[in-house]
């Protein structure tokens, strides 16, 4: 058994006049998140997990905030695209984990949608895709709402022809 994991990381801060994306769905909300594309800090996350495991580097690599061509782009292509570099590299998706740390909105009703969008840009059943949200309790950056931060793990697994 060939069995790989990876974790991955990001915070965005957050900005009046943006619309707010998390795990390719757009949630109904007055602040949005800063960013050089959509900001989606979960699915930023979710593609660092997967590279890292498939040992293919980090996302600022593949998808460099200076590139014009990544200005306001939809991350859930970034994910689409992560997951096409893994199958190249000869690796499946086994599952994904993954938590959002933020005050607000409440996003437990959005999670399936998530969770389907997630699967689906990686062509995996949605069973294979956690997502979890959590508030930080009032305390630091997070808890003043000045940003919202996403961890992702993934457990990949080498495809059984390689
Ligand atoms: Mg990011």
Known sequence: MNFRVGTGYDIHRCAEGRK???GGVEIPSERGLLGHSDADALLHA???????????????THYPDSDPRYKDAASILFLEETGRKLKESGYGIVNIDSFIILE??????????M????????RISA???????????????????????????????????R
Not at 104 to 113: A, E, I
Not at 115 to 122: D, F, G, Q, S, Y
């Open 127 to 161: 069973s294979a895709v956690g997502v979890k949200a959590k508030t930080n309790e009032g305390l630091g950056e997070i808890g003043r709402k000045e940003g919202i931060a996403a961890y992702a793990v993934a457990l990949i697994s080498r495809e059984e022809s």
């Open 46 to 60: 979710i593609c660092d997990a997967l590279l890292g495991a498939a040992g293919l580097g980090d996302i600022g």
């Open 115 to 122: 969770r389907e969008a997630i699967a689906a840009a990686l």
């Open 20 to 22: 707010l994306f998390l």
């Open 104 to 113: 607000d909105p409440v996003l437990r009703p959005h999670t399936p949608r």
